[in-house]
Structures are given as structure tokens and as C-alpha cells.
């Protein structure tokens, strides 16, 4: 009989495999506006989004067309995990038609940052 039945895992493995899919907190990113941008384009201006990237979370703003002080009023909620790193990754693109340019990256621990406050 016991050969039609698989051998299941350590209860230990499955408690940890369960906690790890299990997101610990909420980080509630509003992205409101950029100022002074490079110009990015042979016009003079830039065509910006934003990337933010948590653990393997990723969101992409929507892109603010020829302009160096974008306004995107958008509200993006990651999940942060016990188990993952704790540094928010936001880089700054320039929309092209074939591969984006850069415009800036910065990361932010938010172990360093006070929990439930703005």
C-alpha cells in the first residue's frame, strides 16, 4: 500500500516553504512628480518612467512624453517578504524606440526607514 503514496517532507520544510510566500509588510510607493530632468532626446526634453523593483516585485510608472518635470500621480503597492532584501531598487528611463536609456538609479533600504509613517 505504501508504495501507491509519495513520502511527503519534513513538516519543517513545508512550514518554511509556506512562510516564505507569506509577505510580512506593505510598501506603498506614490510617485508624484520629477523635476529638472536631463534632456534626454535631440528635442531638448525626455520621455520619462520610473522602475521599482522589490525582491523579484517589479512596476513601471506610466511614461510622461516630452517633458523634464514629469507629473504621474500613481500609487504602486510591494510586498515585502521576511526572507528578501529589504532595498527598493528606483531607476529613471527615457522611453526610446529601440532600447531605453538610463537616467538615473538610486536604491533605498527601507530596514533604515520607520515602519508605519509616511
Not at 506610466?62 to 526572507?83: I, N, R
Request: aromatic letters at 10%; charged letters at 30%; hydrophobic letters at 30%.
Amino acid at each position: 500500500m505504501q508504495k501507491y503514496f509519495q513520502r511527503n517532507s519534513k513538516l519543517s520544510d513545508v512550514n518554511r516553504r509556506l512562510k516564505s510566500q507569506i509577505w510580512s509588510s506593505v510598501v506603498t510607493i506614490v510617485l508624484v512628480e520629477g523635476r529638472n530632468l536631463l534632456p534626454m532626446n535631440m528635442e531638448g526634453t525626455s520621455d520619462p518612467f520610473c522602475k521599482f523593483r522589490l525582491g523579484q516585485e517589479k512596476y513601471k510608472s506610466k511614461v510622461a512624453y516630452g517633458t523634464l518635470s514629469p507629473s504621474w500621480l500613481e500609487q504602486f503597492d510591494l510586498h515585502m517578504y521576511d526572507d528578501q532584501s529589504q532595498e527598493l531598487e528606483v531607476t529613471l528611463w527615457d522611453k526610446e524606440r529601440s532600447k531605453d536609456d538610463c537616467i538615473g538609479r538610486c536604491t533605498i533600504d527601507l530596514s533604515l526607514l520607520e515602519r508605519e509613517s509616511t
